[in-house]
């Protein structure tokens, strides 16, 4: 059995490891009610949340994808990430039923929404849309 050290410290195995718990830097976790409300409602800038869950297959399959269309935004939009597990009030207020659920927001208020683990194209033009109409505004 391998080390975690000896894992960590091998070329491609601890290159695997380290970038698979590394934290992202075009995202945020919203731990509670009053972080969601700063960071999302009273941001000056478009924010995409993703409603997700840590035992949820889809929604850990579509997070890198989500977090390359951010990244290629090059900052006119943020991603925040919401666990429902712990921030059920934030899913029960926003409708969210099934998960992944990605809700893009304008001056606080829903633009849009995508449900279920959509392709790159299809989340790219919806922040695409997002930010062309928060630039018009």
Do not use: Y
Not at 114 to 126: Q, R
């Amino acid at each position: 059995m391998l080390s975690v050290r000896r894992l960590l410290s091998s070329r491609t195995c601890g290159a695997a490891v380290r970038s698979l718990h590394a934290t992202s830097s075009v995202r945020k976790d919203i731990l509670t009610v009053e972080e969601f409300e700063s960071s999302v409602i009273k941001s000056t800038k478009p924010v995409v949340v993703d409603f997700h869950a840590p035992w949820c297959m889809p929604c850990k399959q579509f997070a890198p994808v989500l977090e390359s269309v951010i990244s290629e935004t090059e900052g006119e939009a943020e991603l925040v990430k919401v666990d429902i597990d712990e921030l059920g009030e934030l899913a029960i207020e926003h409708n969210v039923s099934s998960i992944p659920n990605v809700v893009l927001f304008s001056n606080g208020k829903e633009f849009s929404r995508t449900i279920g683990a959509v392709s790159k194209e299809n989340i790219s033009a919806a922040i695409e849309k997002l930010i062309n109409s928060h630039k018009s505004q």
